[in-house]
């Protein structure tokens, strides 16, 4: 039988200590509550964010250990540049969010469902169109083929959920968001959960203990709220770039 904590949704600050969350399964924090921008930025000020199934009641989690990728730390390796050959893609920021996280959403063969339930995409959305959440959209002409979308609060950067249309377009997008908020001193991407793809791009584990002292040093230092559009001058634009690693 699991105890878990009930949330109040008109409560949006009252969560409890991620230390006390279950280590079976892991993570697992408490119930209920809301999906309201004021009720996610206090969740992942806390290292806590949402994940649950259709017809699920709205489930907060908080892992040990926990994902990171450290944005200094995020190179194209020559695996990557091969298949960026005679490429023309391009890169934007903030200019296909709802494209983006739809894309997310859709059914992938390797799964079964999606996490990314209509009152999730519709929560990110608004979180989007107040500033606080960014996507980085990979082109090849006028078609999306690649996409990577999370959240910023202070200077932490909460990666949610990245797609590939075509091969190397989701890595292309996360390579490109990294060396950006490395520009801007965010060190950290949060990747929440490890599995073999995101260890293949560079993700490490830490102790929850230390992500949750890096969640509060980060989130009080001075932001970039609002449109990242205008920084798209400054996204590293994969056919310009030549050095491999």
């Known amino acids: 039988m699991i105890h878990l904590p009930l949330l109040d949704a008109d409560a949006p600050d009252r969560f409890p200590d991620p230390c006390d969350a279950l280590t079976e399964p892991n993570g697992l924090l408490a119930f209920g509550g809301a999906l309201s921008v004021e009720c996610l930025l206090a969740a992942y000020s806390r290292g806590i964010f949402p994940w649950f199934g259709e017809g699920e009641p709205i489930l907060w989690w908080s892992p040990d250990p926990r994902c990171v990728f450290h944005t200094d730390a995020l190179k194209v390796n020559r695996s990557l540049r091969r298949q960026l050959v005679g490429k023309h893609w391009r890169l934007t920021i903030d200019h296909a969010f709802d494209q983006v996280i739809r894309a997310c959403a859709a059914p992938r063969t390797s799964e079964s469902g999606t996490w990314l339930v209509p009152a999730m995409i519709d929560a990110y959305v608004q979180l989007h169109r107040q500033g606080h959440a960014h996507s980085v959209e990979a082109w090849d002409g006028s078609r999306l083929i690649g996409g990577i979308y999370g ?95």
């Open 151 to 245: 959240l910023a609060i202070g200077r932490l950067f909460c990666g949610e959920s990245m797609f590939s249309a075509e091969s190397g377009g989701s890595k292309t997008a996360l390579v490109a968001l990294a060396r950006l908020l490395h520009e801007l001193e965010f060190p950290l991407i949060d990747a929440q959960v490890s599995n073999p793809h995101t260890r293949s791009l560079g993700a490490i584990e830490v102790q929850r203990a230390w992500y949750l002292r890096e969640v509060d040093r980060l989130v009080r230092l001075p932001g970039v709220v609002g449109s990242w559009a205008d920084l798209t001058t400054q996204l590293w634009q994969p056919c310009a770039d030549h050095r491999t690693d």
